[in-house]
């Protein structure tokens, strides 16, 4: 009988037929590759993708604005064959999408992969105020059941998002986000869901674009220019300066290669174990030039590293020092500061509409509704903005016809602030204007998880609160907060 061929890479399985390697090849790099418009040969990249696949890294992540990096994977797959398995990511621009618009989205990836099957495919959100991301999903879903896709994945979401998805009935198996020695913000509460949940972390970010190797131990900082600098560089060196600048940077290299120094490895390797052995990652991203700079050598030898307690006493000491990366995953993509290429979202947006429309009446009163039964049945506004004032009716976790997560106080609470921010958002004002929130739970015994919610969201602002246990009205409904607020005066 013959006996399996032993890997070179381990592999873990993160969806029941599709198995991937434990360190990832990112392609990001093309669009980098390919910023002044010319477009890399596809032959000759998926030939520099063969090195990988020889080498036993097989998985490919991409997305559909890494330039034409799914062209190059679906090439490689259409004249190469063998097992590889191609990932990529769909980013809508913000704003509501038709069925007809997923579809098309999918199709195109699907084209560019050469594939009737999508492996992975990994959903981004530009804001979680509006609640086209849970229809956007579902969709998807809906893509995955008819055999469109494997498995759905999302990118750049907060823990909590990541929960509602789940508690609302996405089985969302993966979440891509930036995870090194730098940010650790994955570690305070994602990778923790992962393995609460049975689902897994996808760290991208691990060598912060190159930062975190042998290469930058002891040099001073560069003088940095955006348009000479490649994209990583730039991405990365603002998340320097937010964890305390150069200075404490250098402090985790020079940690990173005392420990290193123990095992004969290098400080990419290092810092590729320290993020692949916490619990709940299931891979690391490691980009690559394709053709320009390849590290498969590196990249195998830090597999076969394994790090001690006292090489990870080292490295927490020396992550002790760092002044932590502001927000939650994904932040960087939805707050200042934007820790982008760019410094901004010019790169990625142009606009971020309102979730919901705006009506004026003759008196200058502005109204808005979002579309729920009772609104029209009962006669009444969710919101109403009587100049600087805006008051919010008592909003419930309902989106449409249907009650979003209804197994959970903790995501109906976050979708209910959320729908807020929303509302807030569209008269001109924000979570940090609200002076007052009411909140009414059924259950006594989801008064933690709600108050938990309510201070992640409404801490700066320290509204006045008031929160009783009393009976609500529909099946499920676990939280329903009204809420007033004070809109700036220029708002």
Known sequence: MTQPRERAVPR????????????????????????????????????????????????????????????????????RGGATQMLTKWV???????????????????????????????????????????????????????GRIGALGLTNVDTAHWRMALDDGVPVVTNQVSFSLLDRRAAHGLTDLAVERGVHVLAYGTLAGGLLTDRWLG?????????????????????????????????VLHAARAVADRHDASIANVATRFVLDTPGVAGVIVGARLGESEHVDDTLRGLALALSDADRAIL?????????????????????????????????LDALPAPYPVQTDGRGVHRVRTGTEWEGRAGYARARRDGREIRISGTTAHHGARLVAPGSAASQTHFVLDKVAGVLRSLGATMDDVVRTRIHVADPADVAAVADAH???????????????????????RVEIEVDALAPEDG
Not at 221 to 240: C, G, H, I, M, Q
Not at 457 to 474: C, K, M
């Open 12 to 79: 873990i399985r993160i969806a029941p037929d599709l198995e991937i390697a434990r360190v990832l090849t990112g392609l990001w790099q093309v669009a980098d590759m390919e910023r002044g418009g010319a477009t890399l040969d596809p032959e000759t990249a998926a030939a520099a993708m063969d090195r990988y696949v020889a080498a036993d890294l097989t998985t490919f992540d991409m997305a559909d604005h890494y330039g034409s990096a799914e062209v190059i994977a679906g090439h490689h797959r259409a004249t």
């Open 92 to 146: 809508p621009k913000p704003g509501p999408t038709t069925d007809a618009d997923v579809v098309a989205a999918v199709d195109r990836a699907a084209e560019r992969l050469r594939t009737d099957r999508i492996d992975l495919l990994q959903f981004h959100t530009w804001t979680y105020d509006d609640p086209v991301w849970l229809d956007q999903l579902h969709q998807l879903n809906a893509l995955r059941e008819a």
């Open 219 to 251: 040099r001073e900082e560069p003088t940095w220019d955006d348009d000479a600098t490649p994209w990583s560089l730039n991405k990365y060196r603002r998340f320097v300066e937010q964890i305390g600048g150069w200075d404490a940077y250098q402090g």
């Open 316 to 348: 927490e000491d020396a992550i002790a020092n760092l002044d932590p990366v502001p927000g939650d995953c994904g932040d960087e993509y939805r707050t200042p500061p934007f820790l982008t290429a760019s410094g901004d979202l010019r790169h990625h």
């Open 455 to 477: 201070g992640a969201r409404l801490g700066r602002a320290e509204p006045a609160n008031t929160l009783v246990a009393s009976g609500l009205i529909g099946e499920d409904v």
